[in-house]
T-cell receptor
């Protein structure tokens, strides 16, 4: 039973345009959501997070939106840059240290 | 210092070998984690240490044995591994629950 789902295995975006990565979850007890970026053969790098009491969090080119009623969150990257090409993981947590991870979306930024 | 340092970066071991993976952080984080990641999959949680005590063991086989000697160090002792245990082993740390975890670069383990 996948509690966190990233339904797009890959996404291709033109450099300079907006990248939108989506994530859905099923467990209404999740109260904290995070996005990580991962390059091949490296550990994930934390990007941005959002608490369930908010619906938006912004950090530079990255914005995360949370829609609790739809159990949906999205990561917007604007403008997209070549260095943004990586695998992006959505993760969620509640009540303990465990993060529940999505399967990841591979973002490809085209020049 | 915002780094989690893992050694070695690469490790090849036979099925009868005993080896250890090491992880170190100096950010004052009280939670430390071991994850296993296979290609094209998300990280899978193995163990969580909170305040140097094992708080989560995700039903990991006993051939993996974690150890937390102090608040900055985390080890993973390996013995009698199988080829299917080959993966990227990631260490992470965080201040506490629901805060972002910082990951190390991982140890690429190959069991032959």
């Amino acid at each position: 039973d996948q509690q966190v789902k990233q339904n797009s295995p890959s996404l291709s975006v033109q450099e300079g345009r907006i990248s939108i990565l989506n994530c859905d979850y099923t467990n209404s007890m999740f109260d904290y959501f995070l996005w990580y970026k991962k390059y091949p053969a490296e550990g994930p790098t934390f990007l941005i997070s959002i608490s369930s009491i908010k619906d938006k969090n912004e950090d530079g080119r990255f914005t995360v939106f949370l829609n609790k009623s739809a159990k949906h969150l999205s990561l917007h990257i604007v403008p997209s840059q070549p260095g943004d090409s990586a695998v992006y993981f959505c993760a969620a947590s509640h009540s303990n240290y465990q993060l529940i991870w999505g399967a990841g979306t591979k973002l490809i930024i085209k020049p | 210092d915002t780094e989690v340092t893992q050694t070695p970066k690469h490790l090849v071991m036979g099925m009868t070998n005993k080896k250890s993976l090491k992880c170190e952080q100096h950010m004052g984080h009280r939670a430390m984690y071991w994850y296993k990641q296979k290609a094209k999959k998300p990280p899978e949680l193995m163990f969580v240490y909170s305040y140097e005590k094992l708080s989560i063991n995700e039903s990991v086989p006993s051939r993996f044995s974690p150890e937390c000697p102090n608040s900055s160090l985390l080890n993973l002792h390996l013995h009698a591994l199988q080829p299917e245990d080959s993966a990227l082993y990631l260490c992470a740390s965080s201040h506490g629950r629901s805060t972002e975890a910082f990951f190390g670069q991982g140890t690429r383990l190959t069991v032959v």
